[in-house]
Every structure is written in C-alpha cells, then in structure tokens.
T-cell receptor, first 112, second 114 residues
Framework: DAKTTQPNSMESNEEEPVHLPCNHS???????IHWYRQLPSQGPEYVIHGLTSNVNNRMASLAIAEDRKSSTLILHRATLRDAAVYYCILRDFGGATNKLIFGTGTLLAVQP | DAGVTQSPTHLIKTRGQQVTLRCSPISGHKSVSWYQQVLGQGPQFIFQYYEKEERGRGNFPDRFSARQFPNYSSELNVNALLLGDSALYLC?????????????FGEGSWLTVV
C-alpha cells in the first residue's frame, strides 16, 4: 500500500485559511487521494477526495499537484470546530476491499 | 436517517476474557468494516464484510473474529483479551466494496482491558 507523509501538527487562527500538506511520492495510477478528519472522541469523518483534478465541496478544497506526488487540503476559513486530526489516505479502487490505511495524521489546532 | 451505530460505547474487561462488539450500518449499506485505534495512532483495519462474506482481513491474530448478519449488522469478537487490546474499536459502513462511495464511521466502542 502506498504511503503518505504529513506534518505531525499545525496551528491556525480562527477565520484564516489553512493549508494542510500531504506527500505521496509512491502513488499509483489507480490511487485516489482521500482526506478524513477525526474530531476528539469521535470516529473519522469523510472530508473530500480526488484523483487528478482539484476538487471543491462544502467542507474544503483539495489541490493536487500535476505529478500527483503531493496534495494540499484547504480549509478556507478555519473555525474552532475544525480542530481535529486530519488524515491523508491513498485508496486503491482496484483493490479487493475499500479499506483505509491511516497514518498518524496532522493535528490541527485552531486559535480564537 | 441514523448513522452507523455501535454498542456498547464503553466497557471494561479483564485479561483473558472475551468481548463482543456490535455495529449497525447505515440503512442500505451492505459493507461493514472494523478498525482498531490505539491511543495516539490512526485507526488500523481489522476486517471487511460484504453480503455476509469476509472480503478482507488486516494483520491481527486469530483471537479476532467477526461476522455479518442477513440484516447487514455485524459483530466483532475478541477472545483471550490482552492489555494491548485496549483501544477504540470503530465500525464503518459503505454501500459496497469496490466503488467510490464514501465510508462512514460510527463513534466507536472504547474497550479497556485490566
């Protein structure tokens, strides 16, 4: 399974944009890039996913490098409720399962 | 609509005992997966079931077993509990297996082994 590398922690101020980086230099052609987040004492929550093109949804934007070896999750205006661990995950839709391989993620702290 | 529901939410067991954790997927979802999350780490995949058949297994000992029922609910069993089995056990559901659908997680069952 391809690996991802994320910073252990990041800080942001409330109402400012946040850019969470992820490196995945061994990504294969069938790997989708997924982001999940886990708020304290809750299960992981889907945020966004993409393959090659940049993606936007109501929660965030995903910017994918042209060579697909890195990506950035963008929270346009951080709120206190966005404080969580953010996981960048490569998911192979060609595999036998849809299992998610979690790393240790990035712990995002949001200051008021 | 109800999300993924798990029970019990918290439990304490003694070393050597057995535990059964239960999960009800989102209505209409046929796939259930189980994950173990030890404090300070990301969740680790244990099993995936689809249409009552095991579709995938992670690197866990045979003390861990699971099954899926005709209504798509699932149970995770752990025998001969060890202190290291103390963790948050997460259940996740999705419509199918090999597709692009979102995976939804429950809030988990906190297991403490003493």
């Amino acid at each position: 399974d391809a690996k991802t590398t994320q910073p252990n922690s990041m800080e942001s101020n409330e109402e400012e944009p946040v850019h969470l980086p992820c490196n995945h230099s061994t990504i294969s052609g069938t790997d989708y890039i997924h982001w999940y987040r886990q708020l304290p004492s809750q299960g992981p929550e889907y945020v966004i996913h993409g393959l090659t093109s940049n993606v936007n949804n109501r929660m965030a934007s995903l910017a994918i490098a042209e060579d697909r070896k890195s990506s950035t999750l963008i929270l346009h205006r951080a709120t206190l409720r966005d404080a969580a661990v953010y996981y960048c995950i490569l998911r192979d839709f060609g595999g036998a399962t849809n299992k998610l391989i979690f790393g240790t993620g990035t712990l995002l702290a949001v200051q008021p | 609509d109800a999300g993924v529901t798990q029970s019990p939410t918290h439990l304490i067991k003694t070393r050597g005992q057995q535990v059964t954790l239960r999960c009800s997927p989102i209505s209409g979802h046929k796939s259930v997966s189980w994950y173990q999350q030890v404090l300070g780490q990301g969740p680790q995949f244990i099993f995936q079931y689809y249409e009552k058949e095991e579709r995938g297994r992670g690197n866990f000992p045979d003390r861990f077993s699971a099954r899926q029922f005709p209504n798509y609910s699932s149970e995770l069993n752990v025998n001969a509990l060890l202190l290291g089995d103390s963790a948050l056990y997460l259940c996740a559901s999705s419509l199918a297996v090999k597709d692009g659908n979102t995976i939804y997680f429950g809030e988990g069952s906190w297991l403490t082994v003493v």
